[in-house]
């Protein structure tokens, strides 16, 4: 039986979520993209360059396979947000978002308040929504309560790649929320992305590790492989912890 | 009539549809989406909706993001 | 371009060692080895019990194409531990040893001064030698100066399950030596090996963290795809850490 | 020059902030509060007991030196949070409350948006306002920004004993907001506090460290002392990390 | 009743012993020295420089009623340590050294094989040795069946100031040996010396944290509270760790 | 008259003030504080708010808490 | 004679070799090693070396270790 | 004679006790150490103990470290 990621009426067999920012070209992003087996991909709404006719639609660059998931990065209000996402849903003929309402332009930390503002709108508008949050459990019970169909709470700041700060908080939401979790923001290489899984996380979704990597490909893929390292770790039931452990080797029979 | 399309004031023909803004900018219009006045134009409204005089409208599109 | 992993004059593609021990039977061990990929296998050296006769030999269990690597598990004197390399020898007609001379019945740490003197005697004597050893630098170095093949600090105690306690003393082991640098003990999930790989060392031995898994069939594909994972990471340059980091979508370009 | 805590119009020596919870009795909490040197005591709001008349008033065995800082555990909205905070005012004859609006009863995280709009509410009716929040750069501003005199993000959740999870928040909060930053809940032992001082924050509020001590007194005094090495290691500055550092004594006049 | 720390047959009521390298002149480490309150003191035996007659005499700057512990740091063989050792002891006129057999200059790592041959010497010829060694519990058990009269395990390189980085292992040894544990090399700020003690490490030797600090007479003074507050929270017995914890305030009582 | 005092429905005499209801149950006014019926009564208004038939009193206290 | 085999003492015909003690105790020498008096023997020595009273012999093979 | 002392070969007058040889290099004898031909000399044995033609010495002292 399939081990499939159910985000309200969509299905994934893989956990990964991948972005389109920093690459070198798009060349290099598809690249990433096809090693990194993702099937969901998170995109950014702008302006269309009126002076730069014929430039490269990034679009012809993403697999028509891949799931396409608007985000509203660079909002700061709830308003903003959700003209975002209608614009989207305009472009990508898809419903699923990410709303990602920033508190502040350092560390991109997101605003609880407006976040939780705008997810109560776009549930409403019929959106499938993905809210990127802080790991806080009562804002991701919030979200889940204004009819997200997943919460992303960060691993670190955007862009950091610091990995899992907070793995207590983590955990307590997993306990709390009964809609996937999707780790969103700080992944920084492929064992955190593992432990995320390890966690009982719901996926991964990542930008920088892959796209600031010297070589994002082999990187793509080995994000990969962490993540359904993480998935099937989580599922096999590690061992216990303990603070000494037991001979791997039996005691009897030794030479005398 | 003047328009202001994504921030920048200039001048068009009288009476253009959100269709016909697309044609004289050359843009084609699968893969952006149009705003007048902070309301979204769904596709299906593009060959219809008159824009007049004084009308703010943006055109977006999906850039690489993360 | 193969990425082996070179032990002495032995090569191998994979980079997990595995074990042979707490394995409800051998069709789970086997079932186990053969999901992990890996080419190298420990075995334990025991007084054959000659009250049980026919009793399922564990070696028609252990796939002919992978690598003996018989351990001295049980020695606490460099004496013994020559000796019981001298007879696994015989058993495996290989040359590698997995030498490890214990300080403690409790806490199964291993004897600096004595496994030091067991190494140079074998090394004497021919044996490919690879040392369990502390996580300590110049232990590692001396090791490698008296012909050893590799050396294999622990992560944390043997069957603690606790990952690498220590990853500065790894990194400084990984510039202190020049010889492959193998984590012998403590790996308890998934993550933990794909740490290992990510710090740079050559690969992971592991047995407990397998064995004593809900399920170690699908633990040990697990750790086949973590230490892929990992290596491919660290070969692929991670993005470096920061407190806050970059935003990945475009501040150029934001609706007005 | 003293080294003075500034809160609103409040001054305070002492940095520890401590409770009145939990303890054995009120002889064991005065005999800890006395040890602790702490000038800020909390205190929670709840009904008279009708039926107990004469019952050991706790406020007699509060020094009459130590400033009250009710506090409005217990509450699930801004309404009831607010209401508790006028009832304590009635009480306290003085302007400071702790806002502590809960989202949960099994973690007690706070309630972000529910904690904003109360504040927004008590600085306008004139409280001096210290939140209890998540470790939330952004909310932390957001209430800075609503005229509250300090923050007081969690180090760990209340009554864990975890101390502080996320030290990468607590030190971007400090880059955020000009108020004091005084650490609220999760404190388990002297360490956990120096730790806190030593990032730069203000203060450390504590109840069930000390109280739940097998030894309350002499945890007290561990506290006062860990705080005063913390803010003193703070303004000490510390010397550099690195990963390997320097001889301390000199490599010149070795004998030969 | 005294909380003394017994090292052999000296006994001292500070367990914070304090180096003199690395100041920036004897005034300053005469005020370190006094702030800190430590009872015993590090020094290095090097070639008197015969053509500097009249230098300042170092130990015109030490208090007469500190115990010297002269070090053979820079030794890289036993035999190098036990005669620094011999000659120590004829300018100490006592008989407590501080055994280190460095493995390599850089990391200035210890080697155990050789701190272990030098103890055994030194012990025999009467010595009262506190070896600096690896947070390794079989070296340590060996240097205490030796005849040292404590263990110095490092919580990290030499001058590093990354604090405990084994923790795991400080217990394992804590557990092992039942001489005095004092942690020696690494300790970098205030609260690192609070963890040593707070895990039961019997006193903290340190030198660069304070020399090092900006301000080395208010970091001696952190220590010193530091060493105390950790001794203390270690006595009064910590509250135990849990996931969430329990509210403060009590539950009954709220308004309704 | 009918008065719910922490929750509890009892009877009182017509007519008590604040003051009085505190006096009626044996409690000090010092360290208590009254809400009737979800408002802060200050202290200084205790000797005249006169309550009625209905009203909802609070009387709290403070208690150990963190 | 006796011998000393794996810890246990015990009766064996005189002048049995090392092929001929693992043949008596019903043992395929392929994947046993054998130690006697602390000295390995090589297992082309089988057939010649030949035990004698009082020695001791040790018997071993692989178990499941890590 | 010539001494070897911490490393520079010098002359000295023939027959110097250790005693001499720190008065003669204007040492104060309390708290240095010395030690001739790898052989500690205590304090005691200062003014007997003569120096030869070639004999290594070392005067050492306390210096800061940690």
Redesign the interface.
């Known amino acids: 039986m399939a081990d499939l990621l159910k985000i309200g009426k969509h299905e994934f067999s893989s956990r990964l979520f991948i972005?389109?920012?920093?690459?070198k070209d798009f060349a290099a992003?598809k690249a990433a993209h096809q090693a990194s087996g993702a099937q969901v991909v998170?995109?950014?709404?702008?302006?269309?360059?009126?002076k730069a006719?014929g430039e490269a639609?990034?679009?012809n660059w993403i697999d028509k396979s891949m799931a396409?998931l608007?985000?509203t990065?660079?909002c700061y209000t709830a308003e903003?947000a959700v003209?975002?996402c209608?614009?989207?849903?305009?472009?990508?003929m898809g419903d699923m978002v990410k709303l990602e309402v920033l508190?502040?332009q350092?560390?991109?930390?997101?605003?609880?308040?407006e976040t939780?503002k705008a997810a109560r709108v776009l549930v409403k508008e019929g959106f499938t929504v993905l809210p990127y949050i802080?790991d806080?459990?009562?804002?991701c019970?919030?979200l889940e309560d204004a009819g997200c169909a997943a919460v992303m709470p960060l691993a670190?700041?955007?862009?950091?790649?610091?990995g899992i700060?907070?793995p207590?908080?983590i955990?307590?939401i997993l306990e709390?929320v009964k809609v996937p979790v999707i780790v969103d923001a700080?992944v920084?290489?492929?064992?955190d992305a593992?432990?995320a899984l390890?966690l009982g996380c719901h996926g991964v979704?990542?930008?920088?590790?892959i796209?600031?990597?010297?070589?994002?490909v082999?990187?793509a893929?080995?994000?990969?492989?962490?993540i359904?390292?993480?998935?099937?770790?989580f599922?096999?039931?590690?061992?216990?912890?303990?603070?000494?452990?037991?001979?791997?080797?039996?005691?009897?029979?030794?030479?005398? | 009539m003047t328009l202001t399309v994504n921030g920048q004031q200039e001048q068009f023909p009288d009476g253009l549809t959100v269709r016909g803004l697309l044609a004289h900018l050359g843009i084609t219009a699968e893969r952006v989406a149009v705003e007048v006045n902070l309301r979204v134009v769904k596709r299906a409204e593009h060959p219809e909706l008159r824009l007049s005089d004084g009308d703010k409208i943006e055109v977006v599109t999906f850039v690489g993001g993360g």
Chains 1, 3, 4, 5 share one sequence.
């Open positions: 972005g389109t920012g920093k690459y992003m998170t995109v950014a709404v702008r302006r269309l360059d009126l006719q639609a990034m679009l396409l608007p985000n990065a660079g903003e003209r975002t209608q614009l989207a849903r305009e472009l990508s508190g502040d350092k560390t991109l930390f997101p605003d609880v308040e939780l802080t806080d459990p009562i804002a019970k919030k670190a700041p955007i862009g950091s790649g610091l700060r907070n207590y908080n955990r307590i709390t700080g920084g290489t492929a064992s593992a432990i390890e979704l990542m930008n920088t590790a796209a600031a990597a010297k070589d994002p082999l990187m893929s080995a994000m990969k492989k962490a359904e390292a993480g998935r099937e770790a599922l096999a039931g590690r061992m216990p912890r303990k603070l000494y452990g037991n001979a791997s080797s039996p005691l009897d029979g030794m030479i005398g």
